[in-house]
């Protein structure tokens, strides 16, 4: 009897078990129906601005002329009356190699020469003797008194003399040159100030021994810099480099002046390419640029570390987006594209390959919020800066581009999704302004 009772309600129990799971299912689902899926993006209206386009590049600064001084001649230094960071005039004394080799070296020229000019004196008066015996035999020749065997030896007399008088007439030329070379060497001992200037650097001191260049490639004495002229040597990436032009204004920050903007104009643009880790997979491909700046003033010294912008191009009143909105985007990732496979064999499947490779090229997109509604909108592009890039096709102003988060721009967003708006905007930059 017992066993009777307990039946119906352990049946009763189990039901209600039953129901609370049901019920729960049931909110479970309901509240999984009425879960928000759109996603919170930032907006911001296409307005006109003002857009330079900025490359940018590091480097030295470094005199616009400077003269590097190497001695054409070898020998120790007996003279050194300059030191680093002195400033010196055109044609100052810079330093004396010692001077006795070569001063020995001119007395032998001397000497030889003038031996020489002896010897062709004298060779001079036997020429003379061999022109007037020919002559004489010559004479008496057609007189009948000499044969022709006297008048052909008088002949060759002459010529043998004339041949020795041009050959030593060469010997006082060499002679003469070797005198000009050895006192050529001599004067090069004392080395003078090309251009008016500073000593930016000094690698030697009084009593060492210098190469000369005449040879190898010389020792590196002294630098010799005009510092009223200074410039910015940078490196700029080969795929920008093709965007800046002789004369474009650049902005100079150099770090030992915080703060500090130094206005500069590209003077020249290097022809060959500087590579670094050629071979490997960090291989960088770059072209040096000079910067002649404005106004450097008197504390900007060479080897300085600096950072330029270079404005390439600037263009005024054109509509932007920020560059975060724009994104690129293959037609195939908006919808359904035209299939690998479709157009058979031959011809007609190399097109449809060729189609379908067009249709999956990744373009450039930004998502204008209609509503609640994200729609994408095909682009073409400018220039940069910074923060916004231009629109040349595919907006008007006024648009309403979605410009933040940059996760939703690249890759959550599609043509139709849902998004949330709020209602408190990041506050928008003026039209015009950069």
Known sequence: M??????????????WIIGGV???????????GKKDLSISVQTEKVTKRNITQIVTATGKIEPVNKVVITPEVTGEIVDLPVKEGDTVEKGQLLIKIKADTYIAQKDRA???LNSSRANLKTKRIELDYAKTEFERVTRLFKSGIYNQQQVDKAQSDLSTASA?????QAAVSQAE????????SLKKTAIYSPMQGTVTQLNVKLGERVLGSGFSQGTNIMTVSDLTKMEATVEVDENDVILVSVGDHSRIE?????????????????NSAKIKGEGTQDVNVNFEIKIALDKAGENVLPGMS????????????????PIISVTARSLGMQGSGPSPNMGGDGEEGVQAVQKVRAHNKPQ???????GQVAKSKTVKTGISDDSYIEILEGLKEGDEVISSPYKAISKELSDGSKILIPKEKPTEKKPGSN
């Open 254 to 270: 150099i770090d030992a002046f915080k703060n500090k903007q130094f206005n500069g104009t590209v003077s020249q643009i290097g």
């Open 22 to 32: 049901v019920i729960i299912i049931i909110l479970m689902i309901s509240l999984c």
């Open 306 to 321: 600096c950072n330029a912008d270079i404005e390439t191009d600037t263009r005024t009143g054109v509509l932007a987006v």
């Open 364 to 370: 450039e997109i930004v998502f204008i919020a209609v």
């Open 177 to 184: 040159a070797s005198l000009k070379e050895s006192d050529e």
């Open 164 to 168: 020795q008088y041009d050959s030593l």
């Open 2 to 15: 017992p066993n009777n009772i307990e039946k119906p309600k352990r049946k009763k129990k189990i039901k």
């Open 110 to 112: 001397i000497a030889n």
